[in-house]
Structure formats: structure tokens, C-alpha cells
């Protein structure tokens, strides 16, 4: 459920800085492509599709994604995409085989260039001086 969840956020977030963010807009420029995160059990996917600078989203698995990137269970999927390093803990899902990759490898790299502009920006805290 909470895999399901991140998913159906991923895309709400996505689909929101496709609108505001300049920065992330730039990212999808020229990108006419449709992806999906799933597990490898078949129990969940999502599938996004970027197009004319925007991204929207869909439940369910996507008739030809250009590329898919599938997890071994819905709480590994979790685990990985909420992990500190998340580079390190792709990496390592590769390896073991619990991460797998279909279609191109380039465009899976893109997708995680795209995910820093979804991470809410820290406040910076403002220390008071004891009096």
C-alpha cells in the first residue's frame, strides 16, 4: 500500500513541476516518451508519460513504455525509492538482480536526474540567540 501510495505521488509531484518548475520543464524538453515503476510480481504499476513538457500519470501497466524499471516486491520498491542513497541502493538492487531494467539504460539515468527536483527544499533554520 505504501509503494502504491509513493507511486500515485511520484506522479502528482511530477505532474506539478512540470507545471511551475522551469528548472524540471527544461529536463523534459524535447522528451516524448512513456515509463513505468512496477514490481516483478505483477501486483502493482504505474506508468508515466511525459509529452509536450508535462508529465501525467496512469494506474496500471503501460501498452509499450520506452523504458520500465521493476522492483521484486512492492516493499523492496519502497524501501529503495525512500533509501538516503538512493544511486547506491539502485546499484545494489541491479546486482542482486531485485532491480531490473527494461528498455534504455540512458533514459532510466535521466528518470533519476529528474527526482532531485521532487525533493521538498530544507528550510534553513534560524537560530535564536538566548537572551
Do not use: C
Not at 512540470?18 to 504499476?45: I, M, V
Not at 501498452?63 to 521493476?70: E, K, N, R, S
Not at 516493499?75 to 539502485?90: E, P, R, S
Amino acid at each position: 500500500m505504501k509503494f502504491r501510495f509513493l507511486l500515485w505521488m511520484l506522479g502528482r509531484l511530477m505532474a506539478k513541476a512540470s507545471r511551475d518548475n522551469p528548472a524540471f520543464q527544461q529536463q523534459l524538453a524535447g522528451k516524448d516518451l512513456t515509463f513505468q515503476l512496477h514490481t516483478l510480481d505483477g501486483k502493482l504499476a504505474r506508468h508515466f508519460v511525459v509529452k509536450d513538457q508535462r508529465v501525467t500519470s496512469k494506474r496500471g501497466a503501460a501498452v509499450a513504455a520506452d523504458f520500465a524499471i521493476g522492483f521484486k516486491d512492492a516493499g523492496y520498491g519502497f524501501a529503495t525509492m525512500n533509501a538516503k542513497n538512493k544511486q547506491l541502493a539502485f546499484m545494489q538492487g541491479i546486482q542482486n538482480k531485485d532491480i531490473q531494467i527494461q528498455g534504455n539504460p540512458a533514459l532510466v539515468i535521466w528518470f533519476q536526474g529528474l527526482t532531485k527536483f521532487l525533493v521538498p527544499k530544507k528550510k534553513k533554520s534560524v537560530e535564536k540567540k538566548a537572551a
